[in-house]
C-alpha cells in the first residue's frame, strides 16, 4: 500500500499531542507540543510542522500519509473550522483544516474532540460493530459523540452532540461554563466531582472524611476516588451522587436514539464499581419500559495515552482537502472500510 499511514493530532488549550497511526490502530510514534505558547495560529503550525515532519523522518513516514485527521474543542467537521474555542489562545474562526491541509500537502479532516473519541471508538475500540451508540467523555468537561446507522450526527451546522450541556438541574442548578445553570457537565465532570466534594464537606460539616485534609480549593476528583477507596464515606456519597445524575441523564439520551450502549471515556470512567453501581442502577430505575435492560454501559478500550491520537487519526481515513458539505453526512470509518495491510508473518 502506497500511503499506509495516517497522522492524529488532538488539539488541547495546554498540549498538543500526534501521532503517526497504521490501519491496525497501531500509534507508531508520537509527540507533543504546546499549545499555548505561541502568539498566532501561524507560529502555532509551524511549530506544528516542524516537530511531526521530524517524526515522520525518523519514522520512515515521509509521502506515505494518506490524511490528517484533527480532535479540536468547537471543531466543525463541515467547516474545517475552529468556532469559539474558548480554551485556546487565537482569535476565532480559525480555518484549521486549510492552513494544515496547505502547510503538509496532505488531505485534512477536522471535527470536535468527543466526535473524534466516537470515530476512534467505532474503529479501532469498544463499538467495533456497533451503529448505534453515544460516546460520552469524562474529563474536565463532558462531551458526547452520537453515532445513528453508523454515521456520527453533526446536525446541520456541525455542533450537534453537546449532551454535556443537557440541562439535569432546573432549580438552583450550578454555574456551567457554557453561561447556563444545571448542565450535566457541572456535576458529572472531574471538576463537578469536586465541586460535589466541596458542598457535600460543607453540608456534612460534623462528618469526618479523609477530604478534609486537603485544601477545599485544591481538592480533584483523584482526591475523592482516593478517599473512597481507603474506605470514606462521604467520598462514596460523591460517587453514589455523581453515578445517579448521570444514569438518569443516559436514561433520558436513550429516549432520542435507542443507543445500543453508551460508551465512557475519560478519567472518571475509571472509578469502577464507585461510579458505574450507582450508574446502572439509576439509568434502570428512570429508564422507560422498552429500553429496560437493553442498554449497555460499557468502557473505552483505547489505551488511555493513545485514545486522543487514535481518535483523530480514525478521521484522518476519510480526510480530505476541502471541506464537505453540510449536506454530505459523514460516515465514521469502520476496520472494514479502512485500507487492509497484509498480517506480519514473523
Not at 499555548?36 to 520512515?60: G, P, Q
Amino acid at each position: 500500500m502506497s500511503k499506509p499511514y495516517v497522522v492524529g493530532i488532538d488539539i488541547g488549550g495546554t498540549n498538543t499531542v500526534f501521532g503517526i497511526v497504521d490501519a491496525r490502530g497501531v500509534v507508531l510514534a508520537s509527540s507533543s507540543i504546546k499549545t499555548r505558547k505561541h502568539a498566532t495560529v501561524e507560529a502555532y503550525i509551524d511549530e506544528l510542522h516542524t516537530e511531526l515532519t521530524k517524526l515522520m523522518e525518523v519514522n520512515d513516514a515521509i509521502d506515505k500519509i494518506h490524511g490528517i485527521g484533527i480532535g479540536a474543542p468547537n471543531a466543525n467537521y463541515y467547516t474545517g473550522t475552529i468556532e469559539q474555542g474558548v480554551n485556546l489562545p487565537w482569535p476565532t474562526p480559525i480555518p484549521l483544516a486549510q492552513l494544515v491541509s496547505e502547510k503538509f500537502g496532505i488531505p485534512v479532516s477536522i471535527t470536535n474532540d468527543a466526535n473524534a473519541a466516537a470515530i476512534g471508538e467505532m474503529t479501532y475500540g469498544a463499538a467495533r460493530g456497533l451503529k448505534d451508540f453515544i460516546m460520552i467523555t469524562l474529563g474536565t468537561g463532558v462531551g458526547s459523540g452520537i453515532v445513528i446507522n453508523g454515521q456520527l450526527v453533526y446536525g446541520h451546522d456541525g455542533f450537534a452532540g453537546e449532551l454535556g450541556h443537557v440541562i439535569v438541574k432546573r432549580s438552583n442548578g450550578r454555574l456551567c461554563g457554557c453561561g447556563r445553570t444545571g448542565c450535566l457537565e457541572a456535576y458529572c465532570s472531574a471538576t463537578g466531582v469536586a465541586r460535589t466534594a466541596r458542598e457535600f464537606l460543607e453540608a456534612r460539616a460534623n462528618e469526618p472524611s479523609l477530604l478534609r485534609n486537603i485544601p477545599t480549593d485544591e481538592i480533584t476528583s483523584k482526591d475523592v476516588y482516593d478517599a473512597a477507596i481507603a474506605g470514606d464515606k462521604l467520598a462514596k456519597d460523591i460517587f453514589e451522587y455523581t453515578g445517579d445524575i448521570l444514569g438518569a441523564a443516559l436514561a433520558d439520551f436513550t429516549v432520542f436514539s435507542a443507543p445500543e450502549a453508551f460508551i465512557l471515556f475519560g478519567g472518571l470512567a475509571k472509578s469502577g464499581e464507585l461510579l458505574m453501581k450507582p450508574l446502572r442502577n439509576s439509568l434502570e430505575k428512570n429508564m422507560m419500559n422498552i429500553w429496560k435492560n437493553k442498554v449497555k454501559v460499557l468502557i473505552s478500550e483505547l489505551k488511555e495515552a493513545d485514545a486522543a491520537v487514535l481518535g483523530a487519526s480514525a478521521l484522518g481515513w476519510e480526510a480530505k482537502f476541502t471541506a464537505p458539505t453540510a449536506s454530505a453526512v459523514p460516515v465514521a470509518p469502520t476496520p472494514a472500510t479502512l485500507p487492509q495491510q497484509p498480517l506480519n508473518q514473523n
